[in-house]
């Protein structure tokens, strides 16, 4: 007994341990690296929001799946030196407070449209959704379409996509690696492992780029947000409506480009890469055709994270819309 008492004695120290470590570093990031935004109440919620530049209209740039605005940083100063730009965190990424819960894509839209009120963004409004974040700015543009003047996709999820890409094995185990990863962040053992490093790591940036992400994805929140967002985009995306049509809204679509690969730890063969290329690209001209003024653009050198891949590729699609809008407005 006296044993079985010192072993939950110990764990508990030890368990003890590693949240003050997780505290103590995660304090220490935000130090490091706060908000370059603002933060703005909307419905009792904490969101960050990050506007720089002038000029009309203003591009609104909505992120992929489980990121932030972070994800923006090589491109967003470029837009801005031309336009009003404005990233923001959906909650739990980033610098946002979370929800602790999943939420869908009209709720995510309802979000977004609050914060342009509450924050007072001006318009009209470029849209620009990355991944996940082409199904959110739709939704957004669907129901509030006053003032939308203009929307680029950057690798855009298709609406229907769960149906029609290859089953990806893999992707049960990313849910339960990000299940466990929210147990064991709050109590330090992911950060002391450097787990998350990867998320960082495949991309070529600089090691101040690098800290920025990293003390996000090391936040104690961090995986249980990325695993409800994650949940909720996923469980949309089956048996889902055909996306809206835009009508004559000026459109651009950047699709990724590079030669498609398997990921073996998801499940993906060469073979299955190949087939779910081919249907992507499918699925994005689908999603150009949604505007009578749609054009499609190739990264050839970029996978999915284009704006992390071939940055000037989004910089030149958001600049030139802009610069084909902008006579219309004082």
């Known amino acids: 007994m006296k044993i079985l008492r010192g072993s939950v004695g110990l764990l508990v120290a030890l368990v003890l341990a590693g949240a003050l470590f997780q505290w103590l570093g995660a304090r220490a990031d935000r130090r490091a ?31 992929g799946l489980t990121s932030g605005s972070a994800s923006w940083l090589l491109v967003h100063d470029a837009i801005a030196r031309v336009t009003r730009t404005c990233a923001y965190d959906r909650p739990g ?3 946002s407070e979370p929800i602790g819960r999943t939420a869908d894509a009209t709720e995510v839209a309802a979000r977004l449209h609050r914060l342009v009120e509450v924050a007072e963004i001006p318009g009209p409004y470029v849209l620009v959704g990355m991944s996940a974040g082409g199904v959110y700015v739709r939704e ?3 129901k509030h379409p006053g003032g939308i003047v203009g929307m680029v996709l950057v690798d855009s999820s298709h609406e229907q996509q769960g149906n029609r890409l290859p089953a990806i094995s893999g992707a049960a185990n990313i849910d339960r690696m990000l299940s466990l990863c929210s147990w064991l962040q709050p109590i330090g053992l992911i950060r002391a492992s450097d787990a998350l490093d990867v998320l960082v790591d495949q991309y070529e940036l600089t090691a101040e780029h690098r800290a920025l992400i990293r ?33 004559d809204l000026p459109l651009v679509v ?3 480009g590079s030669r498609p690969e398997g990921i073996e730890a998801f499940g993906l063969s060469d073979e299955m890469a190949r087939e779910q290329r081919a249907i992507w690209d499918v699925l994005q001209e689908e999603l150009t055709a949604l505007s009578t003024r749609g054009q499609r653009r190739v990264a050839t050198e970029s996978g999915h994270v284009i704006q992390l891949e071939q940055p000037q590729l989004v910089i030149d699609a958001i600049i030139g819309m802009v610069g084909n809008l902008r006579g219309r407005f004082p």
């Open 33 to 63: 690296h706060p908000a370059p935004g603002r933060f703005v109440d909307v419905d009792g919620l904490r969101l960050h929001v990050d506007c720089r530049g002038e000029g009309r209209p203003t591009v609104l740039l909505e992120a």
């Open 93 to 95: 990424m980033d610098w």
């Open 140 to 142: 957004y543009q669907r």
């Open 215 to 247: 003390a996000n994805v090391y936040q104690s929140h961090a995986c249980a947000a990325m695993r409800d967002e994650s949940r909720s985009f996923h469980g949309e995306v089956f048996d889902a409506d055909p996306p809206t049509s835009l009508g």
């Open 254 to 256: 950047l699709s990724q």
